[in-house]
């Protein structure tokens, strides 16, 4: 168990809806990553948040945002859902300074019919 | 082509044998590389971790990184059925933090 906990674990939703994510980080930890993971493109970084302010944006979609709040929890949406959204959303969390060390959820799958 | 590459497998092998996991990038900037292990429908937890070039060894585990020829490689000694996953080789730049960047992947499978 990483710690790091995800809901919902599977959704399923038809094309044009709006979906939210969410991500509770390690205890402790300020950072959280969102990635993406599908057959097609693999695992990509979407974006971070640290202690509440955006740090870095990867290859998000201006349809998908995503926020952290005070509680450090973070949510991911994603909007106007197409059939190429269906995939893993991961969320992970790290150590202030820690490279390369990131602590994985276990997912949502998201499947848009 | 992608920035990472990995052979996707999968790659069987029977137990107790000695496992090579290879990726190649293409971007000299990358200096961290590291190994993640993905066990199916599981999120990707860390195994190996290298700064820059060298190699680095774990238990049953050496990961080996040689820039010059833009390569990384993961070995499993002694491998055991717990040890099929997928393994999944990941790079950052210095100041990019944990931006990482993903190879695609490669299905272990270790046969008792």
């Known amino acids: 168990d990483s710690g790091v906990t995800q809901t919902p674990k599977h959704l399923i939703t038809a094309t044009g809806q709006r979906v939210t994510l969410r991500c509770s980080p390690r205890?402790?930890?300020?950072?959280v990553y969102w990635y993406q993971q599908s057959l097609d493109q693999g695992l990509q970084f979407l974006i971070q948040?640290?202690?509440?302010?955006?740090?870095a944006k990867g290859n998000i979609l201006e349809r998908f945002s995503a926020q952290q709040f005070p509680d450090l929890h973070s949510e991911l949406n994603l909007s106007s859902l197409e059939l190429g959204d269906s995939a893993l959303y991961f969320c992970?969390?790290?150590?202030?300074?820690?490279?390369?060390?990131?602590?994985f959820g276990e997912g949502s799958r998201l499947t848009v019919l | 082509q992608k920035e990472v590459e990995q052979d996707p497998g999968p790659l069987s092998v029977p137990e107790g044998a000695i496992v090579s996991l290879n990726c190649t990038y293409s971007?000299?900037?990358?200096?961290?590389f590291m190994w993640y292990r993905q066990y199916s429908r599981k999120g990707p937890e860390l195994l190996m971790y290298?700064?820059?070039?060298g190699n680095k060894e774990d238990g049953r585990f050496t990961a080996q990184v040689d820039k010059s020829s833009k390569y990384i490689s993961l070995f499993i000694r002694d491998s055991q059925p717990s040890d099929s996953a997928t393994y999944l080789c990941?790079?950052?730049?210095?100041?990019?933090?944990?931006?990482?960047?993903f190879g695609g992947g490669t299905r272990l499978m270790v046969k008792p």
């Open positions: 205890s402790g930890d300020l950072s």
């Open positions: 971007n000299s900037a990358f200096q961290y």
């Open positions: 990941a790079m950052s730049f210095n100041n990019a933090g944990n931006m990482l960047t």
């Open positions: 992970a969390s790290s150590e202030k300074g820690r490279v390369g060390e990131l602590f």
């Open positions: 948040y640290y202690n509440g302010e955006e740090r």
């Open positions: 290298t700064y820059s070039s």
